[in-house]
């Protein structure tokens, strides 16, 4: 969904905004700040993204927590939600791992993975998706003629898909899942999402990729601005990719100067630390090598 502006998006600029206004505002009390905010970013008695208007402010108290670099707390748990702020509230504070973090009862529980008949099924004659299953999971609808899988029987090999003439067949695959490229992402017992932190390299593509806002990363934006008003130097590194980032009037110039009016003392391009690792490695490896290393290696 890279690209889109969503109510994801929206939600996500909402509660970075507000955790921005907290760390400038430095005379109001961020703890009863905290247990405020979902009510002024969710107002009402309705629902604005989903049906139940609790659930809502309950997702945006967990997105604010992790916003503020606090660790996830599962629907089980009772704390107010400013549980711990003191922790967070210190310019110096590392957010505790992981990075990524599913909220669970966010969650939709998407299948990891189904073949499903669309209404765009014609009944055909020919039903070339019934002689191409290895394991007879298709099964015929006597009274409207249209195509029928036994999910029981059903490996998701999608051969019957990759034949239909009507594209009426698809497979389904749990979005987060299919995006992420470690192989990290399955099933709890209950059906919700599940990351597995020893394979996650904390990319943050099942973040972008899931539909229901339901995978947030922490932030460290509270600590930075807290950290720049303490009079520290905070340097701000940025990645390269940034000139795709705020199209071709946001030049480097305009960028630097921008980070530096926020309060930066200066701004590097985060390649200058490649430079540094190269320049060092140079010298390791005329020190060393073959005197005392056979070989040197680097990623």
């Not at 921005?20 to 970013?41: C, F, N, S």
């Not at 099933?187 to 593509?205: H, L």
């Not at 460290?220 to 009079?231: L, N, Y």
Request: net charge negative; aromatic share 8%; proline share 6%.
């Amino acid at each position: 969904m890279r690209g889109v502006e969503t109510r994801i998006q929206e939600i996500r600029h909402k509660i970075f905004t507000e955790v921005a206004r907290m760390a400038y505002h430095t005379e109001w009390p961020v703890k009863d700040r905290m247990e405020a905010l979902p009510y002024k970013i969710i107002p009402g008695e309705k629902g604005n993204f989903r049906n139940d208007v609790f659930l809502e402010r309950a997702i945006v108290g967990e997105r604010l927590r992790l916003a503020m670099g606090l660790p996830y707390r599962s629907a089980a748990e009772h704390s107010p939600i400013s549980d711990g702020i003191e922790a967070a509230d210190k310019d110096e504070t590392y957010y505790t791992p992981p990075l990524i973090n599913v909220i669970k009862f966010a969650c939709n529980a998407c299948p990891e993975k189904r073949v499903h008949v669309t209404d765009g099924c014609q009944g055909c004659l020919a039903h070339p998706c019934m002689e191409v299953c290895p394991k007879d999971a298709i099964l015929l609808d006597r009274t409207t003629g249209k195509s029928v899988i036994d999910q029981e029987k059903c490996i998701k090999c999608g051969r019957c898909a990759s034949v239909c003439s009507y594209n009426a067949i698809i497979v389904q695959e749990r979005p987060c899942a299919k995006a992420c490229g470690m192989d990290a992402i399955s099933s709890d017992e209950n059906g919700k999402a599940n990351i597995d932190y020893d394979k996650c390299v904390s990319c943050g593509q099942c973040l972008v990729n899931c539909p229901f806002g339901a995978i947030a990363d922490k932030s460290q934006i509270f600590q930075t601005i807290r950290a720049i008003q303490s009079g520290e130097k905070v340097y701000a590194a940025v990645a390269p990719a940034f000139v795709g980032q705020f199209g071709p009037k946001v030049t480097p110039g305009k960028l630097r100067a921008a980070m530096k009016a926020l309060g930066f003392a200066d701004v590097f391009e985060v390649a200058i630390g490649a430079d540094l690792c190269a320049k060092q490695e140079a010298e390791d490896f005329l020190k060393e090598v073959p005197d005392e290393l056979p070989f040197m290696a680097t990623s």
